[in-house]
Protein backbone atom coordinates (compact mmCIF):
# COMPACT_ATOMS: atom_id res chain seq x y z
CA UNK A 1 0.00 0.00 0.00
CA UNK A 2 0.88 3.34 -1.11
CA UNK A 3 1.94 5.48 2.38
CA UNK A 4 0.18 8.51 2.36
CA UNK A 5 1.70 11.63 2.68
CA UNK A 6 1.31 14.43 5.47
CA UNK A 7 -0.47 16.76 3.88
CA UNK A 8 -0.55 20.53 5.21
CA UNK A 9 -3.22 23.04 3.88
CA UNK A 10 -2.18 26.66 4.73
CA UNK A 11 -3.99 29.71 4.16
CA UNK A 12 -2.65 33.10 3.23
CA UNK A 13 -3.21 36.55 2.29
CA UNK A 14 0.24 38.04 1.23
CA UNK A 15 0.16 39.73 4.42
CA UNK A 16 2.83 38.98 7.04
CA UNK A 17 1.01 37.26 9.54
CA UNK A 18 0.13 35.20 5.79
CA UNK A 19 4.21 34.65 5.47
CA UNK A 20 4.71 33.69 8.81
CA UNK A 21 1.57 31.16 8.43
CA UNK A 22 3.42 29.39 5.27
CA UNK A 23 7.40 29.65 6.45
CA UNK A 24 5.73 27.75 9.28
CA UNK A 25 4.15 25.58 7.21
CA UNK A 26 7.03 24.70 5.37
CA UNK A 27 9.04 24.11 8.46
CA UNK A 28 6.56 21.37 9.67
CA UNK A 29 6.37 19.31 6.39
CA UNK A 30 10.33 19.19 5.93
CA UNK A 31 10.00 17.72 9.28
CA UNK A 32 7.75 14.85 7.99
CA UNK A 33 9.12 11.86 5.80
CA UNK A 34 6.83 12.89 2.85
CA UNK A 35 5.46 16.23 3.42
CA UNK A 36 3.65 18.20 1.06
CA UNK A 37 1.87 21.83 1.12
CA UNK A 38 -1.20 22.86 -0.74
CA UNK A 39 -1.26 26.85 -0.23
CA UNK A 40 -4.71 28.21 -0.74
CA UNK A 41 -5.58 32.04 -1.27
CA UNK A 42 -9.64 32.47 -1.14
CA UNK A 43 -10.53 35.94 -3.72
CA UNK A 44 -13.18 38.18 -3.84
CA UNK A 45 -15.07 37.29 -7.48
CA UNK A 46 -16.84 39.67 -9.84
CA UNK A 47 -18.47 37.90 -12.62
CA UNK A 48 -15.37 36.15 -14.52
CA UNK A 49 -12.96 37.99 -12.69
CA UNK A 50 -11.39 38.00 -9.24
CA UNK A 51 -9.36 40.87 -7.22
CA UNK A 52 -6.32 39.56 -5.77
CA UNK A 53 -5.40 41.52 -2.73
CA UNK A 54 -1.24 41.22 -2.73
CA UNK A 55 -1.04 43.98 -0.03
CA UNK A 56 0.76 46.27 -2.31
CA UNK A 57 -2.31 46.49 -4.74
CA UNK A 58 -5.22 44.85 -5.73
CA UNK A 59 -5.14 43.44 -8.99
CA UNK A 60 -8.09 42.17 -11.28
CA UNK A 61 -7.45 39.00 -13.20
CA UNK A 62 -8.91 36.20 -14.44
CA UNK A 63 -8.74 32.90 -12.61
CA UNK A 64 -5.76 31.37 -14.42
CA UNK A 65 -3.44 34.78 -13.81
CA UNK A 66 -4.70 35.24 -10.30
CA UNK A 67 -3.38 31.40 -9.89
CA UNK A 68 -0.39 32.18 -12.13
CA UNK A 69 0.26 35.31 -9.63
CA UNK A 70 -0.19 33.30 -6.42
CA UNK A 71 2.33 30.25 -7.96
CA UNK A 72 5.11 32.81 -8.56
CA UNK A 73 4.86 34.38 -5.10
CA UNK A 74 4.73 30.88 -3.40
CA UNK A 75 7.45 30.01 -5.71
CA UNK A 76 9.83 33.01 -4.36
CA UNK A 77 8.88 32.25 -1.08
CA UNK A 78 9.95 28.53 -1.34
CA UNK A 79 12.95 29.30 -3.08
CA UNK A 80 14.28 31.50 -0.32
CA UNK A 81 13.51 28.73 2.60
CA UNK A 82 15.23 25.88 0.38
CA UNK A 83 17.96 28.16 0.59
CA UNK A 84 18.06 28.97 4.11
CA UNK A 85 17.63 25.22 4.93
CA UNK A 86 20.39 24.06 2.72
CA UNK A 87 22.99 26.85 4.52
CA UNK A 88 21.97 25.13 7.63
CA UNK A 89 22.55 21.37 6.29
CA UNK A 90 18.97 20.57 6.18
CA UNK A 91 16.09 19.28 3.64
CA UNK A 92 12.88 19.67 2.46
CA UNK A 93 9.41 18.91 1.75
CA UNK A 94 8.40 16.60 -0.85
CA UNK A 95 6.18 19.40 -3.14
CA UNK A 96 4.17 22.58 -2.89
CA UNK A 97 0.59 23.30 -4.99
CA UNK A 98 -1.32 26.12 -4.83
CA UNK A 99 -5.05 26.65 -4.76
CA UNK A 100 -7.27 29.42 -5.59
CA UNK A 101 -10.91 29.26 -4.75
CA UNK A 102 -14.06 32.04 -3.76
CA UNK A 103 -16.27 32.90 -1.56
CA UNK A 104 -15.79 32.49 2.27
CA UNK A 105 -12.16 31.88 2.98
CA UNK A 106 -12.76 30.04 6.18
CA UNK A 107 -15.11 27.71 4.48
CA UNK A 108 -12.59 27.61 1.35
CA UNK A 109 -9.89 26.62 3.64
CA UNK A 110 -11.15 24.04 5.79
CA UNK A 111 -13.05 22.37 2.96
CA UNK A 112 -9.87 22.52 0.97
CA UNK A 113 -8.64 20.11 4.17
CA UNK A 114 -11.79 18.08 3.91
CA UNK A 115 -11.23 17.22 0.15
CA UNK A 116 -6.95 16.30 0.39
CA UNK A 117 -7.93 14.69 3.56
CA UNK A 118 -5.20 17.31 5.44
CA UNK A 119 -3.15 16.18 8.12
CA UNK A 120 -2.79 19.80 9.64
CA UNK A 121 -4.08 23.14 8.72
CA UNK A 122 -1.77 26.18 9.18
CA UNK A 123 -3.43 30.06 9.50
CA UNK A 124 -2.65 33.62 11.27
CA UNK A 125 -3.52 35.96 13.22
CA UNK A 126 -2.94 39.21 14.45
CA UNK A 127 -4.01 38.00 18.28
CA UNK A 128 -4.20 42.05 18.73
CA UNK A 129 -7.57 41.79 20.70
CA UNK A 130 -6.75 40.38 23.85
CA UNK A 131 -7.22 36.73 24.97
CA UNK A 132 -10.88 36.54 25.05
CA UNK A 133 -11.39 38.20 21.48
CA UNK A 134 -8.40 36.65 20.00
CA UNK A 135 -9.88 34.51 16.91
CA UNK A 136 -13.46 35.67 17.33
CA UNK A 137 -14.52 37.13 14.06
CA UNK A 138 -11.55 35.81 12.10
CA UNK A 139 -11.08 33.52 9.51
CA UNK A 140 -8.63 31.67 11.90
CA UNK A 141 -11.94 31.29 14.12
CA UNK A 142 -13.93 30.40 11.69
CA UNK A 143 -10.96 27.71 10.52
CA UNK A 144 -10.41 25.78 13.92
CA UNK A 145 -14.46 25.25 13.93
CA UNK A 146 -14.73 24.33 10.63
CA UNK A 147 -11.61 22.19 10.05
CA UNK A 148 -11.91 18.16 10.12
CA UNK A 149 -8.56 18.50 11.31
CA UNK A 150 -6.30 20.00 14.24
CA UNK A 151 -5.47 23.35 13.38
CA UNK A 152 -2.72 25.81 14.09
CA UNK A 153 -2.76 29.09 14.63
CA UNK A 154 0.27 31.26 14.16
CA UNK A 155 1.00 34.55 15.24
CA UNK A 156 4.11 36.96 14.00
CA UNK A 157 6.61 37.15 16.32
CA UNK A 158 7.40 40.81 15.73
CA UNK A 159 3.43 41.53 16.95
CA UNK A 160 5.14 40.35 20.91
CA UNK A 161 3.24 39.61 23.60
CA UNK A 162 -0.65 38.83 23.10
CA UNK A 163 -2.66 41.16 25.55
CA UNK A 164 -3.16 40.30 28.74
CA UNK A 165 -0.65 37.32 29.00
CA UNK A 166 2.36 38.28 30.55
CA UNK A 167 5.99 37.21 29.98
CA UNK A 168 7.26 34.38 31.87
CA UNK A 169 8.56 35.11 34.74
CA UNK A 170 12.60 34.51 34.68
CA UNK A 171 12.90 33.06 38.38
CA UNK A 172 10.00 30.53 37.69
CA UNK A 173 12.00 29.79 34.71
CA UNK A 174 15.32 29.54 36.64
CA UNK A 175 13.59 27.27 39.46
CA UNK A 176 12.47 24.79 36.27
CA UNK A 177 16.03 24.97 35.31
CA UNK A 178 17.41 24.34 38.98
CA UNK A 179 14.88 21.65 39.29
CA UNK A 180 14.78 20.43 36.18
CA UNK A 181 11.03 20.53 36.03
CA UNK A 182 10.72 19.23 39.79
CA UNK A 183 9.11 22.56 41.06
CA UNK A 184 7.14 24.97 38.57
CA UNK A 185 7.01 28.56 40.43
CA UNK A 186 9.10 30.49 41.99
CA UNK A 187 8.65 31.31 45.76
CA UNK A 188 6.70 34.06 44.69
CA UNK A 189 4.35 32.80 42.25
CA UNK A 190 3.53 29.65 44.69
CA UNK A 191 2.41 32.07 46.91
CA UNK A 192 0.19 33.80 44.31
CA UNK A 193 -1.35 30.74 42.46
CA UNK A 194 -2.46 29.21 45.82
CA UNK A 195 -5.54 27.28 45.20
CA UNK A 196 -5.98 28.93 42.29
CA UNK A 197 -3.52 26.66 40.10
CA UNK A 198 -3.11 22.89 41.85
CA UNK A 199 -0.74 20.82 39.45
CA UNK A 200 -0.01 16.84 39.86
CA UNK A 201 2.33 15.24 37.84
CA UNK A 202 1.72 11.71 36.03
CA UNK A 203 4.08 9.29 36.92
CA UNK A 204 6.57 7.99 34.26
CA UNK A 205 6.20 4.51 32.85
CA UNK A 206 9.85 3.90 35.16
CA UNK A 207 11.61 5.54 37.44
CA UNK A 208 7.91 7.28 38.83
CA UNK A 209 7.91 10.58 40.47
CA UNK A 210 4.10 9.80 41.40
CA UNK A 211 3.31 10.11 44.91
CA UNK A 212 7.16 12.07 46.23
CA UNK A 213 6.52 14.85 48.16
CA UNK A 214 6.90 18.38 46.86
CA UNK A 215 6.66 17.10 43.74
CA UNK A 216 2.93 16.32 42.99
CA UNK A 217 1.33 19.83 43.60
CA UNK A 218 2.01 23.70 44.49
CA UNK A 219 0.69 22.93 47.89
Same mark, same amino acid.
Given at each position: ? +?? %? *???? $?????????????????????????????? /???? =?? &? @????????? &?????? #?????????? %??? $?????????? %?? =?????????? #????????????????????????? $?? $?? +????? &? /???? !???? /???????? =? *??? +????? *??????????????????? /?? #?? +????? !????????????????? @???????????????????
Amino acid at each position: M +TK %K *PYLI $VVGIDFSPTGNAALERAFELASSEEDGEVH /VIYV =AR &G @YGPLVHLDT &GAEIVT #ASMDEASQRL %KGF $VEDKLAKFVE %KR =AAQGLGTFSR #AVTHIRLDAPAEEIAQLASDLEAAL $VV $VG +THGRR &G /VRRL !LLGS /VAEGVVRL =A *PCA +TLVVR *PPETGPVAQIEPPCPDCVR /VR #AE +TKGED !LWCPRHHEHHGRRHVYH @YIGRMSGSREGLPGLGSND
